[in-house]
Every structure is written in C-alpha cells, then in structure tokens.
C-alpha cells in the first residue's frame, strides 16, 4: 500500500512527535513493501525520521501562524499528493475536515479532553477543537483510538459513524532499564495543565508529614510562565527546599531523571493514555496514579491507585508505590514491555487495509473489517 500520512499538527516535544515518529520508524518493520508518504511543518523535519527505501517525506514551509491558513495550505498539499495513494492516514483528526475524500481517509485520536475538561483550555480552543474534531471524525472511514477510555469518550460525546478501534501507543521507544538508578527523587510531568503539579505539590506535603518522606521532588516540563507559581505553592506547603521545577528536557536528559526517581507521581485529571507510566515502568520505576480511566487501564493493575483525587489519597498510592517491592516493580517493567510500536502499527495499517478493500469492493461492501458491531476492538492483543 501507498499511505500518506498527514503529520502536520506535529511540534517539537510531546506525545504526539512521539507517537509520530516511532508509528513510522516501525512501519518498515512491519510492512516493508508498503510506501509512506510522510508530510511535516518544514520546522519539525529534523525531528522525525529521514527519507529512505519505503518513506518519501514531504516538507511544506506553513507559512503564517493563524490556523486558517496552516489548514487551508495544508489541506491543498495533502490533495495533492494523495494523487495515486491508497489511503490518507490523519494523525491529528484535523485536516479530513476539509476532505480527501477520494481515498479512504483514518484518523487517530488521542483524547477528548477539550470536551471533557474544557476549562483546561480557552475558549478559542475549545471552539476550534470541537467543531474540527467533529467533522473530522464525523468525514472519516474510520477512526483509531489510543485508549478505551478515548474511545468510550468518543462514542459518548460524538457518537461516530464511522468504526473506531483501540490502538494502544507502544512504550519500547524507551530502553528497558535493567537495574534501578539512584531513587534520588520523585518525579512529575508538569507540561499541560491536566497533569495536576497543584495536586502532585499537596500529595508530597502530605507525604512528608504522614510518612516522613523527605525527598526531593522534581516537576519536569513546566512551560516558563507557570515555574513562579509552582515554586510559590511549594513555599506555601512548606516544601520549597524539596522541590524543583524544571523546563521541558531533551530525551537524554529526560532518561537520565527517569532512571534516578524512586516513584512516578502521576496526579492527572484526564488522559488520554498516559505514555510516561508505561516509561518508567520499563525503566524499573514504580508508578502512583490518579484514578483517571486511561492510566487504570493502561498500567494494567501494576501502579498503585489513590482511591480519589485528594492529596490524601494521592499520598498514600505514592507510599504504596515507593515500598513496592522488587517482585511488583519487575512485573510492571513485564506488563509495560507488552505495549510495542509493532502491535500500534499492526493494528493501525490492518484498519486501513479493511478500509482500503472495503471502497474496492474486495470485502463484498459488507463493511467488514477489524471493528466489531458492539464497538471499539483492540486488535491484535485485548488486553482490557
């Protein structure tokens, strides 16, 4: 198959680069005949994988910031080259608004949070959001879903028409460590507002004064203009010689942290999938999480869950997960070593070759393919 794949929305940083870049560094791997046509803002090409045998890619030079134009612009390139493709993957469900209809157009979608959570954006993102999304997916032959939780949010603020099926991210971009590092702090993911850091500062007050833990904490990826107040709040609890607040770190960096925590706070009040779980996992470091949907499911049993969104309960799951013991942290590194760009790819190109069959008429136009009539499928491996 020849696939075009629309990776405009993709930035510097973030899960989306991530998922972008190992889906089509994989793909190789798994259909070495099939051709991809990847398509990027000229200024993140040097962040995704270089052309070679299999993969075309495509920079276009956006020009002006305002988003009607980036759109209008990219949806007249994406016309064009689809001329001769077999199918358009969309990697941001943005795009398909504006039609390639003559191929079958698959969107991936990460989360709905902007209609779950719409006050963690404003108003103008929110607005621009729900109608893109909407008609995108709405415009689609199908729709992949990195998590049951997205999906189920899908489905019940959206209502599809088109099939949606779980493809769960992969974690094996990141090694798999194979002794513990320092356990020098703990550590928070502080990037978007969802990831709770006011939570993850109340939960390590806590901490300290029912179980004496005196730890340092470090909140990693904390956009300039929000260090001042985390660094305030932690002054307030009483924590300010305890915590640390850093900017957005490079891979190397990032490792290098990962490796020395004794536990992964993850405080989130909405995610979509919750990749830095399944990382520290594999780099052997125990995880406490929310009872948010998505990272229940995709720890899968093996990070102690706070049983609300208090700073409490919060403490105690951290408490659980920095005495797991040795035998609890090899099983997590186990379950999140499951979680392959592989089995992402697999699923991700098994969608579009239903969809590809379906408009030829090759399945007999009975629709057919790896969605069931009950809902969202996860293929290749149902973990949940």
Do not use: C
Request: without cysteine; hydrophobic residues 45%.
């Amino acid at each position: 198959m020849r696939v075009v794949v629309d990776a405009l929305g993709v930035q510097r940083g973030g899960g989306l680069l991530t998922a972008v870049r190992s889906v089509v560094g994989t793909w190789a791997e798994v259909a070495p005949g099939d051709e991809l046509v990847l398509v990027v803002d000229r200024a993140v090409r040097g962040e995704l994988p270089a052309a070679g045998p299999g993969l075309e890619v495509v920079p276009l030079d956006l020009g002006s910031r305002r988003q009607v134009n980036r759109l209008t612009r990219g949806a007249w390139a994406l016309r064009e080259l689809s001329r001769g493709a077999d199918a358009l993957l969309a990697t941001l469900p943005v795009l398909p608004t504006f039609g390639v209809r003559a191929l079958p157009t698959v969107v991936l979608l990460y989360d709905m949070r902007h209609r779950v959570r719409p006050t963690d954006f404003p108003r103008a993102t929110v607005l621009q959001r729900s109608v893109l999304y909407h008609r995108a997916v709405r415009r689609s032959d199908a729709v992949l879903a990195i998590s049951q939780r997205t999906a189920d949010d899908l489905d019940a603020l959206i209502a599809p028409h088109a099939p949606v099926t779980v493809a769960h991210l992969g974690a094996d971009h990141v090694a798999a460590a194979t002794t513990g590092g320092a356990r020098a702090h703990g550590l928070v993911h502080g990037h978007f507002s969802n990831k709770g850091v006011d939570l993850a500062l109340q939960t390590w007050a806590t901490l300290g004064q029912r179980h004496a833990v005196d730890l340092p904490l470090l909140v990693v990826g904390v956009p300039p203009e929000d260090r001042g107040r985390w660094e305030s709040m932690a002054g307030e609890l009483g924590i300010g010689d305890r915590v640390r607040v850093a900017g957005w770190l490079d891979d190397g960096a990032l490792a290098s942290v990962v490796d020395d925590s004794a536990v992964l706070l993850f405080p989130s009040r909405h995610e979509g999938f919750g990749l830095p779980a399944l990382e520290a996992m594999r780099r052997r470091v125990p995880v406490a999480i929310s009872p948010d949907p998505a990272l229940v499911e995709v720890t899968g049993g093996h990070a102690p869950v706070a049983s609300s969104w208090s700073a409490e309960a919060l403490a105690e799951a951290t408490w659980r997960a920095i005495r797991m013991s040795d035998d609890g942290v090899e099983a997590a590194a186990r379950h999140a070593a499951t979680f392959t760009w592989a089995s992402t790819v697999t699923t991700i190109r098994a969608v579009i070759e239903a969809e590809v069959g379906r408009r030829s008429g090759r399945d007999g136009g009975s629709g057919s393919g790896p969605q069931s009539a009950g809902g969202a499928t996860d293929l290749g491996s149902a973990r949940w």
